[in-house]
Nanobody
């Protein structure tokens, strides 16, 4: 599995979680990455993205001011820090990388991302 997420779990509203995504691919350091989520009965949606260098980040409106995406290329790892979690954040969270375009800008559409993790469940109760 090229990307492995961890850090999900069941928390109360207002709690925080940090998701990690470890890549086994050498190309990780040269590609944009993103976090997506899929809630029960809904399609997969963009949450946050980061350029290969980490210089630029982009958030969905639902994640602005509460979530923070970052990466550590020395450890081939991408993170999603989630604060003040709400029940509507309940979903399976996936990390993904756009390995078809080296050093490209962040894309919000999932079809740009060709390498995906298996997902990690986040459940937020009120």
């Amino acid at each position: 599995v090229p990307l492995v997420e961890s850090g999900g779990g069941s928390v109360q509203a207002g709690d925080s979680l940090t998701l990690s995504c470890v890549s086994s691919r050498r190309t990780f350091v040269s590609v944009a990455g993103g976090w997506f989520r899929q809630a029960p009965g809904k399609g997969r949606e963009f949450v946050a993205g980061i350029t290969w260098s980490g210089s630029f980040v982009l958030y969905a409106d639902s994640a602005k001011s509460r979530f923070a995406i970052s990466r550590d290329n020395s450890n081939n790892t991408m993170y999603l820090q989630m604060n003040d979690l709400k029940p509507e954040d309940t979903a399976v969270y996936y990390c993904a990388t756009d390995e078809q375009h080296m050093r490209a800008m962040i894309q919000t559409a999932e079809f740009y991302y060709n390498v995906w993790g298996q997902g990690t469940q986040v459940t937020v109760s009120s």
